[in-house]
């Protein structure tokens, strides 16, 4: 299909313009020939080349053909009464069956009153209440058929994931075993593959819905494009930008239908991979498909020429969506003043923010964020309170974030009296403290000379089951090196070893840098103390000597003196 016209009807004009050209019919001809030609040249990044664009070669297999044993005697008799009481909605009667009900039974229940979905469903919830392990594989997949032949597919998606949930690895290639099964004698339709595609993207079981593409293809059924635009979102949000690049172009070789939402993933895909150039064509390429590009496709481009240090691509491309009427929104003035904040341009970054409030476009908690932050790393903390108090004015709730922001201004200046008091703002706001809060009071405090208010803020931090970086490890220590205070030192890096998981390499390298020989030195001998009088393991020991010992070439000497 290209751009509203069947193939075959294209080729069916050009054919008959040939004819014309032939019997030396008027000029106009060429002229519709060439506009012909030239709705079929499109890019090989959103339409990789074709062979045999007209007919389809793929091998397919047919759904098979399978029927249940039909049920006779007491089976049957069994079966019509509980379809009576179904009827009439007689759950008590039905209860009264109960202890005689089968998975054989269950089946053929189901089947006998597939034409009533509500009915159906109800009737397996009922059976999933009362006794679940009637509920075979094969009963699961009637039920699915009932429900998406129905278009009730969020119910469907349900039971899938329900399956998914309680299966093993091999349990995933019997799932869809059994619905190709069931499926004739469900009179089913396409939809219920496609069912099985979006639970597994919705599930981000990417290997799951890759099987499941390949075997519908086998088929012949192919997924719909929302559940297309699923699988390649979740694969985005996961940073696998490479198979949502492979997977789109095996869409357009299978002349699948794509939208605008396909193909701005197709540029998100680029943009994650640092395609800019490929990113740009297939947006400048947008229209050829009968694509106008949306907010999202300029916003995607927008934040890539940010995040690759383009600023200025990025502002132009701004002025280009708004003179082809798509308006920018709260996404792209953050995404912008975020770039401007970055380089430590602030003036342009206030400006970017002026301007999105005259524009009627209402910031949000990332924009206050994103210029308190700014204010604050260039140390106009007085700037950041003033936005802070403007954004409560305006009823933005703000975050843990944002008062994150403000005191690591605050505490990279060492006002940490002031710190204190936005501390108290979260407990009255309910805001939890994080890594990022404690990092910063134990910034404040190393700034302040203090270590060991930032040791016993350190502890804090580790009770609240916060775990603190490297560079918050190496600032303490610094700390209390610089303050010549060695048991000071010695007490973060004995706290470092009494964790159950202990520091690791990195860590304790981080903790022995700057350390003098005779501080190494005293290290491994109140170490060697700590085994002996059984706090800490030999193994755990020799480990933090090694670390000691090669953290640098004085420590090596020191290695061979013990």
């Known amino acids: 299909m290209v751009n509203g016209l069947d193939d075959g009807l294209v080729l069916t004009l050009l054919l008959n313009g040939l004819f014309c050209l032939v019997k030396g019919t008027s000029s106009t001809t060429y002229k519709i020939m060439n506009l012909l030609l030239r709705t079929r040249k499109l890019s090989t990044l959103l339409h990789p080349t074709i062979k045999n664009p007209v007919f389809r070669t793929t091998k397919w297999t047919p759904i098979p053909h399978r029927t249940l044993q039909e049920p006779k005697g007491q089976d049957l008799d069994y079966i019509n009464v509980a379809h009576s009481h179904l009827l009439h909605s007689d759950w008590p009667k039905l209860d009264t069956l109960l202890p005689k009900l089968d998975p054989f039974r269950v089946k053929h229940i189901l089947l006998k009153i597939q034409n009533d979905y509500s009915i159906s469903l109800k009737f397996f919830k009922w059976v999933e209440l009362k006794n679940p392990n009637l509920l ?25 994931n329900k399956i998914f949930k309680s299966c093993d690895v091999s349990m995933h290639s019997k799932v869809f075993d059994s619905i190709v099964c069931c499926y004739r004698m469900c009179d089913s339709t396409p939809r219920v593959f496609d069912a099985l595609f979006k639970t597994y993207a919705q599930m981000k079981q990417f290997r799951n819905a890759a099987d499941t593409f390949t075997r519908m293809k086998g088929y012949e059924f192919l997924p719909t494009v929302e559940s297309c635009n699923l699988y390649m979102s979740s694969l985005l949000s996961l940073n696998r930008a490479g ?74 491309l701004k002025v280009e969506m708004e003179k082809n009427g798509v308006s920018a929104n709260v996404i792209t003035y953050n995404t912008l003043m975020n770039g401007f904040c970055k380089e430590g341009k602030l003036h342009d970054a206030y400006k970017v923010f002026h301007e999105m409030k005259v524009t009627n476009v209402a910031p949000n908690t990332v924009t206050y964020n994103t210029m308190i932050s700014g204010y604050c790393k260039l140390g106009k903390t007085e700037k950041g309170t003033q936005i802070l108090e403007e954004m409560l004015r305006n009823g933005v709730k703000a975050n843990i974030l944002t008062y994150n922001a403000l005191l690591s201004g605050l505490c990279d200046l060492g006002k940490t009296r002031k710190a204190a008091y936005l501390v108290q703002e979260l407990d009255k706001k309910k805001l939890v403290p994080n890594s990022s809060t404690f990092a910063a009071l134990i910034r404040g405090q190393c700034v302040r000379k203090n270590p060991d208010r930032a040791f016993q803020l350190y502890k804090s931090m580790i009770k609240s089951g916060c775990r603190p970086n490297v560079d918050t490890i190496k600032m303490m220590m610094s700390s209390f090196v610089k303050n010549d205070d060695y048991d000071g030192a010695f007490c973060v890096f004995k706290e470092m070893l009494d964790r159950p998981a202990g520091p690791d390499s990195v860590i304790w390298s981080a903790l022995c840098e700057g350390f003098s020989r005779e501080w190494k030195d005293r290290l491994v001998m109140s170490l060697l103390k700590e085994v002996d009088d059984g706090c800490l393991t030999l193994e755990r020991f020799e480990k933090a000597k090694s670390v000691i010992f090669h953290s640098s070439v004085e420590g090596k000497e020191i290695e061979q003196d013990v």
Do not use: W
């Open 243 to 316: 198979v949502v690049v492979s997977f789109y172009k095996e869409m357009r070789r299978l002349r699948m239908m794509v939208n605008v939402f396909t193909v701005n993933m197709l540029i998100n895909a680029y943009c994650q991979l640092g395609k800019l150039e490929d990113a740009r064509q297939v947006f400048d390429e947008m229209p050829d498909m009968d694509f106008s590009p949306n907010v999202s496709s300029y916003n995607t481009l927008v934040a890539a020429y940010v995040n690759q240090g383009l600023l200025a691509t990025g502002v132009k």
């Open 136 to 160: 075979t594989l094969e009963t699961n997949c009637i039920i699915i058929h009932i429900l998406t032949k129905n278009r009730k597919f969020v119910s469907a998606e349900s039971v899938f």
